[in-house]
């Protein structure tokens, strides 16, 4: 919420930067475990938790230091998602590729296809909002 005395400058700045941060926290969290995981050989979910985390999180960063693509530029926008979905996608071939056998195998593939799932959601959603006319 913003008050009408502050400037507009003010509230352009700050907003979405909360919500960019909140993701560098999410997907950092989720490439510590990722991380973690390595260590107890559980490689089917480890490694791709580790991708999604890594890819998010970079994301993430840039757009809270301000490196968004511009929006006058719709093929840096589009270079930029593609990529993200890109790297979903290898994320979810590894994790299907590493599942274990037997009866946890659905499990972790089902895993590792919610977290392709949410860095792909992110590569569309993550990108700064379009201003409103006269809201300057």
């Excluded at 990722?34 to 260590?39: H, R, T």
């Excluded at 580790?50 to 757009?63: D, E, H, T």
Aim: no cysteine; glycine share 12%.
């Amino acid at each position: 919420m913003t008050r009408d005395s502050e400037p507009a400058a003010r509230r352009r700045l700050l907003g979405d930067t909360p919500l960019h941060v909140l993701a560098v926290v999410v997907f950092g969290l989720l490439a510590w475990s990722g991380l973690a995981g390595l260590d107890r050989e559980v490689a089917g979910l480890a490694v791709p938790s580790l991708i999604v985390g890594l890819a998010g999180a970079v994301r993430a960063v840039l757009a809270v230091a301000g490196f968004r693509p511009p929006a006058t530029r719709p093929a840096a926008r589009r270079a930029v998602r593609v990529i993200l979905v890109l790297i979903a996608v290898v994320a979810l071939a590894t994790g299907f590729a590493l599942a274990p056998g037997g009866m946890d195998r659905g499990f972790v593939i089902a895993v590792d296809a919610v977290l392709a799932g949410a860095l792909a959601a992110y590569a569309f959603l993550g990108e700064p909002r379009p201003a409103v006319v006269g809201t300057h």
